[in-house]
């Protein structure tokens, strides 16, 4: 079994409900344990509890992060 830990969160609020959430987690098993970064989209529900949508993980690669950070920055 796998078992999933927050490390560190960031959240923005957009749009009526929506937010995008940058998360440092740490998926640890009886045999190991890996750190990646999740790219979360959810929503809120009319009583405030959020629900997620859709996720996307980064290794914890330097070199991959500054990949993804500066493609989506020539993207505006």
């Known amino acids: 079994m796998v078992e999933f830990e927050s490390i560190k969160t960031e959240e923005i ?3 009526n409900n929506n937010f995008i959430e940058v998360a440092r987690k740490k998926a640890v098993s009886e045999e190991n344990e890996n750190e990646f970064i999740s790219i ?4 809120f529900t009319p009583d405030g509890q ?3 949508k859709r996720s996307f993980a ?4 330097q070199e ?3 990949f993804v950070s500066s493609k989506i920055k020539d993207m505006l």
């Open 40 to 43: 979360s989209k959810g929503f």
């Open 50 to 52: 959020r629900r997620y």
């Open 64 to 66: 991959v992060v500054e």
């Open 13 to 15: 609020k957009f749009g």
């Open 58 to 61: 980064l290794p914890i690669d």
